[in-house]
């Protein structure tokens, strides 16, 4: 198995939210009740716009991210 961590690139973004909402109600045990339109534009407008975002790829596979701010 490969692990590679890649800065975000915009074009991840349907992928991306897609598996942070799935891995969130695995984890949680609930379906989110938010569009996923809703959460796609939340990810660009709040999550990129004030965080660098780091992608988790394990074998070419999207399997997690990061989001931090210096603050």
Not at 33 to 60: C, R, W
Not at 63 to 71: K, R, S
């Amino acid at each position: 198995m490969t692990l590679a961590l890649e800065p975000f690139a915009p074009g991840r973004t349907d992928e991306l939210v897609r598996m942070w909402r799935e891995s969130f109600e695995a984890g949680v045990g609930i379906v989110d009740p938010h569009p996923i339109a809703e959460q796609i534009l939340y990810f660009e407008e709040k999550v990129v716009a004030s965080n660098t975002v780091i992608v988790a790829m394990l074998d070419g596979t999207l399997a997690g991210f990061v989001a931090a701010n210096p603050a």
